[in-house]
């Protein structure tokens, strides 16, 4: 869907879009569905939906899935919603995708073949070249990055026609608004993006970089366009509608909880993410600690290899539940565990030869599982006072995300360990966070 914006001549179509109150739809594209939320002016769900979307396609190291499928999925979400709840007073979209997934486009918008998902680990190459000329700091380093991405697209036949290099949150909101060619601070950091400066470095000429090809980077949540005429017909929209740039899937789940400044969320899904609400950034990448601006503060923190993969890996779903109600929280088990599928550890300590450490195991299962959830509730607890030691503030109170978050004992362990008061988020979805955004940014 490319093309200009066309206006409306009907006056009376147009009043009645202004009578209607104000709504806000947030657009999660994640690794398996497509999540779109209407929330109203006070921030409460009117509508959700979603489409499931197939597994990308995986061939080693390389990681691609179609775009259109993304389009398609987006689009269907709209479609049920318009049958199900009034969009017209719709005032402002946004979409969060999943960080460093990226593809080719030419001038209309229309792909140059697959997008290389966020866990394409192929341009190693590219990666060891980066690393001889990035700064340390920067957070392009690695395989997976988009800039190692964008450097091995640039050596394949149907890229030399390129006009825009962009992230799947981009392309998405690009085709809901016929404007192409721009990109949001959080997922242009893995890009390159001097996000101190707010510009494309210098550096970047070193690698080759094509600066024509590189969007044009604002903050999330600011206008770049308003909805094209096909979509405003399709869906019952106003030719008003903003469109507004958007952001990673994880910074839009911590949008969604609404933590406040000096506040912090722990994410406890396969893995444990650590992030805090500061005034001030933190880089420090021999800890695996970055920062991405969110409004006029930073989300500082990082990620732990360890987390629920490893319950996992010793549980079923079912004793884990039971499990839950069986142990005694207010009773230390004693174990020392540093819970960890394999050797590997990015933060609050990088150490990529750091071991496992689950012995000795007792015979009763729950003590073990109860040591599994106290090692990670260590883990957390080093992590923040890691952040603690390099500058940044203590946590007023952890808000906590994910399939651990239901676990009222596990809460409790945590906070005796922190003391922190530890509550479980409200709201978490990342396309209510993306909605909220859409709020944020139509103030």
């Not at 593809?103 to 209309?108: A, H, S």
């Not at 500082?300 to 319950?311: F, T």
């Amino acid at each position: 869907m490319t093309g200009t914006i066309a206006a409306r001549s009907d006056s009376n179509l147009t009043d009645s879009f202004a009578l209607t109150e104000p709504r806000f739809l947030g657009i999660d594209i994640g690794t398996s569905g497509c999540r779109s939320c209407v929330i109203d002016a006070a921030g409460s769900i009117q509508a959700e939906v979603s489409t499931p979307l197939p597994a990308p396609g995986r061939n080693g190291a390389a990681v691609e899935q179609d775009p259109e499928i993304w389009w398609a999925a987006l689009t269907a979400n709209l479609d049920r919603l318009q049958s199900q709840h009034p969009l017209a007073g719709v005032t402002a979209i946004s979409v969060d995708g999943t960080s460093s997934t990226l593809l080719c486009c030419d001038v209309t918008g229309a792909p140059l073949g697959p997008a290389l998902m966020y866990n394409d680990a192929r341009a190693s190459r590219e990666a060891q070249r980066i690393a001889g000329i990035a700064p340390p700091g920067c957070a392009a380093h690695g395989a997976s990055a988009s800039l190692a991405k964008l450097l091995w697209l640039l050596h394949t036949p149907p890229c030399r026609n390129a006009r825009h290099i962009l992230h799947q949150a981009d392309w998405l909101l690009g085709r809901l608004c016929g404007n192409f060619g721009y990109s949001d601070e959080n997922n242009a950091l893995k890009l390159g993006y001097d996000i101190l400066n707010r510009c494309w470095p210098g550096w970047l000429e070193a690698l080759d970089v094509p600066a024509e090809l590189l969007p044009r980077v604002v903050p999330a949540g600011h206008e770049i366009g308003t909805l094209t005429a096909v979509g405003c017909k399709r869906w019952g929209l106003s030719p008003r509608t903003r469109i507004l740039a958007g952001t990673t899937d994880s910074t839009a789940s911590f949008i969604a909880t609404g933590a406040a400044p000096g506040e912090a969320v722990t994410s406890l899904g396969s893995t444990l993410v650590l992030k805090l609400l500061a005034d001030q950034p933190l880089f420090a990448p021999e800890y695996g600690i970055y920062s991405h601006r969110l409004g006029d503060r930073w989300l500082v923190g990082g990620a732990s290899n360890s987390g629920g993969a490893v319950l996992k890996a010793y549980f079923t779903s079912a004793e884990i539940e039971r499990f839950a109600s069986l142990m005694n929280p207010q009773q230390p088990t004693g174990l020392d565990y540093y819970p960890l599928l394999a050797a590997g550890e990015r933060f609050p300590v990088n150490d990529p030869a750091l071991k496992p450490r689950l012995q000795p195991r007792p015979a009763d299962d729950v003590l073990f599982y109860q040591g599994i959830l106290e090692g990670i509730a260590m883990i957390e607890y080093r992590g923040y006072r890691k952040l603690a030691e390099l500058g940044s503030p203590w946590p007023a109170r952890i808000i906590t995300t994910g399939g651990g978050a239901a676990n009222a004992a596990w809460r409790t362990i945590r906070s005796r360990l922190t003391g922190i008061p530890v509550v479980a988020a409200v709201y978490q979805q990342a396309a209510y966070g993306t909605a909220l955004l859409a709020r944020r940014g139509s103030t």
